[in-house]
């Protein structure tokens, strides 16, 4: 696809979605980097609107006590994603977002791209349960995870020294209920690749960028 013939394309909406542990974050990251080196006009670029970032900015700003008040906050929160989603779709032809999605916010998305005029296009990742809780454990036990994923009680700027004390660790079969129950293996929203990352060296990552480019150039 060349940068002329994207820069006549209309707004695209990239989602990266699945199951916790599947690596949406860094394929979210790999698409938006390759859009912007090899497909958009110079110059231009893609916005990434990250649910959690925008869970993680209300949890430092106000903490929660216990889980009614982090479930009032994740409501808000959605809230908060609809309106930078929304912001990003007015100043960009691309926009690139990815969490664990499901029927809480299918509805949402399809709204924001009937209201802006943008193509949904959806990467679903998928990966065996058992190899999913393996990799959302040790997600969850490095430093770099916000800690108010892993607590039901959260003050602003709490550290947590040791990880494996947390009280909202997800257990196997928690991960496997929520999966069912959510649908985080079958969301989908406009044209839809899955991608099975059991085994990451297996992956065909090129293979995976040439589709979101053909289906920009579509």
Same mark, same amino acid.
């Given at each position: ?17 699945? *199951? *916790? ?16 080196? @090899? ?15 925008? /869970? ?13 008040? /982090? ?7 959605? /809230? ?19 969490? *664990?999605?499901?029927?809480?916010? @299918? ?12 193509? +949904? ?24 995870? @916000? +800690? ?7 003050? *602003? ?62």
């Amino acid at each position: 696809m060349s940068r002329s013939e994207a820069s006549q394309a209309g707004g695209t909406l990239i989602l990266v979605a699945g *199951p *916790p542990g599947t690596g949406k974050s860094w394929m979210a990251r790999l698409v938006l980097r390759h859009l912007e080196d @090899h497909v958009l006009a110079p110059g231009e670029r893609c916005q990434q609107v990250s649910l959690d970032q925008v /869970k993680e900015g209300l949890w430092d700003r106000l903490g929660f006590s216990g889980p009614q008040e /982090k479930a009032l906050l994740d409501r808000e929160a959605l /809230k908060e994603y609809e309106r930078a989603l929304g912001a990003a779709m007015g100043h960009s032809r691309v926009v690139v977002s990815d969490y *664990p999605f499901s029927t809480r916010q @299918h509805d949402l998305l399809s709204r924001l791209c009937c209201q802006h005029g943008f193509t +949904p296009l959806t990467v679903r990742l998928v990966a065996d349960t058992d190899v999913l809780y393996e990799r959302q454990r040790h997600r969850d036990l490095e430093t770099s995870r @916000h +800690p108010g994923h892993l607590l039901t009680s959260y003050r *602003p700027g709490q550290v947590l020294f040791d990880r494996t004390e947390a009280d909202a660790l997800v257990s196997r079969e928690e991960l496997a209920r929520r999966c069912a129950e959510r649908g985080y293996s079958s969301f989908t929203l406009g044209q839809t690749l899955e991608v099975d990352v059991s085994d990451l060296d297996a992956v065909s990552y090129p293979a995976v960028l040439a589709w979101v480019e053909e289906q920009l150039r579509g």
